[in-house]
């Protein structure tokens, strides 16, 4: 049986910003009007918000500012989206999340969303700041049937068809930072951990988990964070709508999946990340087996390796590991005559 609520949720979604009648929502759910108005009061009491007038219906005024499992089903509903979804208040970690789900027999793909993280992790042991004030932590669980070696490409591929979906849906410069970050300002908006269980050389499972800063106030962060990470919502006030975001980034997570498993995405790749990339021309530094490399980057190659150009103009190419913007000094020394 259908969820009343995702029911009544899609039909004022679509008409939006049109009424809804009573009378309409009452013959689709099979329960009186009466029935309907004591939804709405149910939802109320969630943070919706609805304008009722006499003999045009109901409209949507307000959405929660919290993550609302339903009303992400709702979303996904109206974007034809099959994927379902498991939204948590709180967690340790959505990634350890959906591990444990996996353990439990849950059947994939799998996504579990959460409101605050109480042990976020980030990549290489950091840990993920997770506040609960508006950002979405959101992890997906998939069983590729492919071996371990085909999924070199998997999160720079998901990572830029995230950012893709933050330009084109929401109009905001999100570019993609090799290997996983995304970068909205100069600053971080989005990170995200792939861990995959390998078997052999097969591919157990593989989570990928993403944590997106989107309404939070970056005023009221510690100082050193708000100095090289940023939310959607202090490039661009007014605050989005989290639960059609979460919805649109679910139906795009799922999408890209697919089209990595089952289609061919070589050039759409490299167009995309050619348009994207944040650090294209840019002079960064890494660390190889501890001694410190400098070049300029130069986008990445088929396999989603780092490009760099060294200062006699050899090229190498990174597989892993991080970048950072080089500073003035290794600048000058890497490329004389730019300042
Ligand atoms: C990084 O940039 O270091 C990666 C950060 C990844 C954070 C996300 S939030 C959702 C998921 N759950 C976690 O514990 N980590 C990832």
């Known amino acids: 049986m259908r969820n009343t609520d995702i029911v009544i949720l899609k039909a004022l979604l679509e008409s939006r910003p049109a009424f809804v009648s009573g009378n309409l929502l009452a013959t689709e759910l099979g329960i009186s009007r009466v029935g309907v108005w004591a939804r709405l009061e149910k939802l109320r009491e969630q943070d919706f918000s609805f304008e009722a007038v006499r003999h045009r219906g109901y409209r949507l005024v307000e959405e929660p500012e919290v993550l609302v499992e339903d009303l992400i089903r709702a979303y996904l509903e109206m974007y034809q989206s099959s994927l379902d979804v498991l939204v948590k208040p709180q967690v340790e970690s959505t990634n350890s999340e959906a591990e ?7 059947s994939v793909p799998l996504v579990v969303l959460a409101g605050q993280q109480t042990a976020g992790r980030g990549r290489l042991g950091r840990v993920w700041h997770s506040p609960g004030d508006g950002n979405i932590y959101a992890s997906f669980a998939f069983r590729p049937k492919l071996p371990p070696a085909r999924l070199q490409r998997i999160t720079l591929w998901i990572g830029a068809k995230i950012a893709e979906l ?41 989570i990928f988990g993403i944590g997106l800063n989107v309404n939070s106030k970056t005023k009221r962060w510690p100082k050193e964070l ?5 939310s959607l919502c202090a490039h661009r006030a007014p605050s989005i709508s989290i639960n ?39 002079t960064v530094s890494t660390t190889i087996s501890g001694q410190s490399v400098s070049g300029i980057a130069d986008g990445v190659d088929k396999d989603g390796c780092l490009r760099l150009i060294l200062p006699d ?24 005559g730019q300042s």
């Open 166 to 206: 933050l330009n084109r849906e929401y109009h905001l410069p999100v570019r993609i930072k090799w290997p996983n970050d995304l970068i909205l300002d100069g600053k971080k908006v989005a990170g995200i951990l792939t861990e995959a269980r390998i078997d052999a050389d097969a591919t157990r499972d593989l």
């Open 226 to 230: 708000a100095a090289v990470a940023t």
């Open 244 to 282: 059609q975001l979460a919805a649109r980034l679910i139906q795009t997570v799922q999408s890209a999946y697919n089209c990595y498993l089952f289609g061919q995405i070589d050039d759409e790749f490299r167009v995309l990340w050619e348009n994207l990339d944040f650090l294209k021309g840019q």
């Open 313 to 336: 103009k050899s090229i190498i190419t990174l597989n892993s590991g991080e970048v950072s913007l080089g500073t003035a000094a290794t600048l000058k020394a890497i490329t004389p």
């Open 100 to 106: 444990r789900l996996l353990a439990a027999g849950n």
